[in-house]
């Protein structure tokens, strides 16, 4: 087989099998990283001989730094800037004392229970100071912790990329410099350090604007071109930066996806889905690669160095340097024993160790090896032990009991005041300044904006909801915010009224919605009527001997309207599965007088 064919096979191998490791990883619940990791050790050339990334040549290093691009870009866009304005100090802290302290303490275990020479040491200590936000953040999606641990975790994790992978290549140069080989002075490698910060931040700022300006010209870039419009940004932006400076278009293009995030660009959940796929697909390649790309023998022979170099990081130099930095914080033992834990190595680490095993020999083989075993360790140990490590320091945040509601109308606040009643937490969203003045005076807590921007949306509480409730004038609307709620939120209930002519069950379903109160509903003659007290409240309790089934399946008239039934102290919006059993309560409203609406629902119920 000639170099040309091994090359396309290889990348064909290394796509198939990185997507089959990310299906295995989400049906087994397992870390996608170490199978990733795995498969490229066993497809490679050592065990299988079906992935040659030799024959790759000068492209491997050219898909890693577009890998990086893109998984840096999508990771600031994913960053809650809101929420991180309340743990900056954190975040401050971690990615400068605590990065400082971490390389320190890394290259210290590197010269003295890795056994490296004290250059390569400093070089190694400054690759491991960075967390991988792509293992950090997906394993946070799944822990029932507070928001502002995320918060600190996720921008510790992204932030900390940039200034990791610069300070590695610094060194790098400083190194070379030293050996004769080029580089720079050592001196000058603190200078170089600022310079390519400085440089990454001032490209990709103004690429940031630049590409956020373009996105809102609809007339200039049409719907279905915003999303590679986008991914050229990012990549042109990483060019420049990086061809300014080595390495510099690491730090543009987490600048670039703070600042697109910053200006609030129509259709942004549909660009960060996009960018979600892409990165999935560049990680799952990327390291099938790269593993595939060590010998399998220099991993061995690394491999005792290697293990206890790890868990020196693991149990005294992630601990250190989490606790010296968040001294002064008000967060508990418990919070900085698990920021502590939380400190998983990724692709930033391993693809810039790539780079520098191609200039450096044996000795960069040996460097990269170790990198390795270090991102396999604290990814496994991370995915496995954290849950468990949730429960045991007492940080597990219960069940979310949250619910948005979409439409501060008559319907919404009334809905709004039963759940809050039965001690529910409840956000209403409107852009209408008069029905949030309403809410205020009825002391519902609301927010005034539109519900289709993803902000408006994460301010009201959704990342944490439970439910999400959809009940505007506009039809298509409520359709828009029950997707948002459900695909970029992952809100497990998302409610969304019918209308009798264009939302109909079907789009609810196709939208990953359910239909709420049973049947099509006219919200804007109820806002009217509960606004102006003209249809009242009732309580219905579901009579003894009652059949348990659908509530779909009972026939209300239109004239009453089922909103919110109560089990066992518990409340929830009424929607079409929804099925009743004797001695609940269910809480209705009718625009006819109170007996002849219970006086309705006992007919229901015997017939």
């Known amino acids: 087989m000639n170099e040309e064919s091994l090359a396309f096979f290889t990348v064909v191998w290394a796509v198939g099998l990185g997507v089959f490791a990310q299906l295995v990883a989400h049906r087994f619940r397992l870390p996608s990283l170490v199978l990733l990791l795995g498969f490229g050790v066993i497809f490679g050339p050592d065990i299988l001989g079906l992935m040659h990334p030799d024959a790759l040549r000068y492209g491997l290093p050219l898909l890693v730094k577009l890998a990086v691009a893109i998984v840096l870009f999508e990771g600031a866009l994913s960053l809650r800037l809101a929420e991180l304005k309340n743990s900056i100090y954190e975040v401050r802290r971690l990615i400068t004392v605590g990065a400082g302290l971490t390389w320190i303490g890394a290259s210290a275990a590197g010269v003295l229970v890795g056994g490296l020479e004290l250059p390569v040491a400093l070089l190694f200590g400054a690759l491991v100071t960075v967390t991988g936000p792509t293992v950090v953040q997906p394993l946070l999606k799944r822990l029932p912790i507070g928001r502002q641990l995320k918060t600190i975790l996720e921008g510790e994790a992204i932030l900390i990329d940039p200034i990791g992978a610069i300070l590695a290549v610094a060194i790098f140069e400083a190194i070379a410099g030293l050996s004769g080989h080029g580089g720079i002075e050592v001196l000058e490698a603190p200078l170089a350090y600022a310079g390519r910060l400085l440089a990454g931040i001032a490209v990709g700022g103004v690429g940031g604007i630049g590409l956020s300006w373009l996105l809102k010209q609809p007339r200039w870039v049409p719907l279905e071109l915003k999303n590679l419009v986008a991914l050229a940004g990012v990549l042109v932006v990483y060019g420049v930066a990086d061809g300014l400076f080595s390495e510099a278009g690491i730090m543009a293009a987490v600048v670039m996806g703070l600042v697109v995030q910053r200006e609030a660009i129509p259709e942004e959940h549909r660009l960060r889905r996009f960018k979600e796929q892409l990165t999935l697909l560049a990680i799952s390649v990327l390291f099938v690669l790269l593993a595939a790309d060590l010998p399998l023998s220099t991993v061995l022979a690394a491999g005792p160095r290697g293990i206890l170099v790890t868990v020196f990081l693991i149990l005294l130099v992630r601990p250190i340097a989490v606790f010296a930095s968040l001294r002064a914080s008000d967060h508990s033992t418990r919070e900085k024993v698990f920021i502590a834990a939380m400190g998983p190595r990724g692709i930033v680490s391993a693809s810039v160790a790539s780079l520098f095993a191609l200039a450096l020999g044996d000795v960069g083989e040996t460097l990269l090896a170790m990198v390795f075993i270090t991102i396999f360790i604290t990814v496994t140990l991370t995915s496995l032990l954290a849950p468990a490590l949730v429960r045991w320091l007492g940080l597990h945040r219960g069940e979310a009991k949250h619910t948005v509601i979409v439409g501060a109308g008559g319907l919404g606040r009334t809905v709004a005041r039963i759940l809050v009643a039965h001690e529910q937490s409840v956000t209403l969203v409107d852009h209408n300044p008069h029905r949030i003045r309403e809410a205020h005076r009825e002391k519902l807590p609301a927010l005034e904006g539109n519900a289709l921007e993803e902000d408006v949306l994460e301010a009201a509480g959704a990342d944490e909801a439970r439910t999400i409730l959809a009940i505007t004038t506009n039809p298509e609307v409520n ?34 919605g359910q239909p709420a109160f049973l049947g099509p509903v006219d919200v804007e003659s109820w806002d009217h009527t509960l606004s102006h007290h003209k249809a009242v409240v009732l309580t219905w309790r579901v009579p003894k001997g009652f059949p348990s089934k659908a509530a779909a399946s009972l026939g209300f008239p239109e004239e009453v309207l089922p909103l919110v039934r109560v089990r066992d102290g518990e409340a929830s919006i009424v929607h079409a599965s929804q099925s009743w059993n004797p001695g609940e309560t ?22």
């Open 479 to 512: 359709l828009l915010v029950t997707h948002i709620g459900r695909e970029v939120f992952g809100i497990g209930r998302a409610l969304t009224v019918l209308d009798e002519g264009t939302v109909g069950p079907e789009l609810v379903y196709r939208a990953g």
């Open 586 to 607: 269910v809480y209705f409203a009718s625009v006819l007088p109170e007996e002849e609406a219970l006086e309705i629902l006992k007919d229901v119920a015997e017939s």
